[in-house]
């Protein structure tokens, strides 16, 4: 990433430009990437669930949502385990 792009993408936080990208900004900065992880492995979980149900979501719709939950679903798994082990090893 360039000065530049850093530049930018700073600006569109703070100025709220991109809503979701400035909550999620704010939300790392108060408890951090290893939590966010962490909890949104737990809303994929259910949501993974919710989609092999759901009626209104094409198959192509349904097999995005569930890799999605998939790679999030291991990248938490991955952190709750590192973070474990942080916490025994210390």
Do not use: Y
Request: glycine share 6%; with cysteine; hydrophobic share 45%.
């Amino acid at each position: 990433m360039t000065s530049e792009e850093r530049k930018l993408f700073w600006e569109s936080v703070d100025s709220g430009e991109n809503p979701l990208l400035s909550v999620l900004a704010g939300l790392v900065e108060k408890w951090g990437m290893p939590a966010i992880i962490m909890a949104l492995g737990d809303i994929s979980n259910v949501l993974s669930e919710d989609a092999i149900d759901a009626d209104n979501l094409t198959p192509n719709q349904r097999g995005l949502i569930m890799s999605c939950c998939a790679q999030v679903s291991n990248l938490s798994d991955l952190m709750h385990a590192e973070m474990e082990f942080i916490t025994t090893n210390q």
